[in-house]
């Protein structure tokens, strides 16, 4: 595997149903970020990790619960979501931004569908 | 605060036509730009960068872009269009403690045979 991937690409779930998205990025970075991709919307950034340490979190709903064990794995956690939570969940890594700014490298996301 | 302004939503070009993508930001100090590409169904890839130096910066595809601080632009071009171009254009700005991007609207470009 090469770059940043996501699991599942596809994702459809009832609104009391929990699960989870998956990143991981093979190209030794130590940030990772989850974006949110809405129809009609700019992307919009929820979560920033560095070293492991969440560093932002864009006043994303306590239903979204990120995790980072390590600096290549990033999970989203998802429990009771809404309708209005479908859309592409888009993750990125980039170098560690404590040493200046860096591009960010995408994964190809998981759209997730809530019924 | 940070913003970036796509102005064209959608657009259209014939195939071997020229092309040019507007971005407008606001931004307090130095800014990163970039350009991203995502396909139908797919992530974000990379076009290019500027970050210092020349205004004028090339990416991948044959893709360019010029930074003008003057008009607080930095507009993407093509020469020549190919069909496979087809897709929505971001433009972007990083700032912050965070490296966060502040990204545009998005341009849907489409191209005629």
């Known amino acids: 595997e090469t770059g940043v991937t996501q699991t599942p690409r596809h994702l459809v779930m009832g609104m009391t149903n929990k699960k989870s998205l998956k990143c991981e990025q093979h190209?030794?970075?130590?940030?990772m970020y989850w974006y949110k991709q809405s129809a009609k919307k700019p992307l919009e950034l929820m979560f920033v990790?560095?070293?492991?340490?969440?560093?932002e979190n864009n006043s994303v709903p306590s239903r979204f619960s990120p995790e980072c064990p390590n600096s290549s794995h990033l999970f989203l956690h998802l429990h009771t979501l809404q309708p209005e939570d479908s859309a592409l969940y888009l993750c990125?890594?980039?170098?560690?931004?404590?040493?200046?700014?860096?591009?960010?490298?995408f994964g190809p996301g998981t759209r997730l569908t809530v019924t | 605060a940070q913003s970036v302004t796509q102005p064209d939503i959608h657009i259209t070009v014939s195939e071997g036509a020229s092309l040019e993508l507007r971005c407008n930001y606001s931004?307090?100090?130095?800014?990163?730009l970039f350009w991203y590409v995502q396909s139908p169904g797919q992530g974000l890839q990379l076009l290019l960068k500027?970050?210092?130096?020349?205004?004028l910066v090339q990416g991948i595809k044959g893709f360019e872009a010029e930074f003008k601080r003057s008009q607080s632009s930095f507009n993407l071009r093509k020469p020549s269009v190919h069909w496979s171009d087809a897709a929505e254009y971001f433009c972007?700005?990083?700032?912050?403690?965070?490296?966060?991007?502040?990204f545009g609207t998005g341009t849907l470009l489409a191209v005629q045979p």
């Open positions: 990125a890594s980039s170098q560690d931004m404590t040493s200046g700014v860096y591009e960010q490298y």
């Open positions: 500027y970050f210092s130096g020349d205004t």
């Open positions: 990790y560095s070293l492991e340490e969440r560093v």
């Open positions: 931004y307090g100090a130095t800014p990163y």
């Open positions: 190209l030794g970075h130590n940030a």
């Open positions: 972007a700005v990083a700032g912050g403690a965070t490296n966060k991007l502040i």
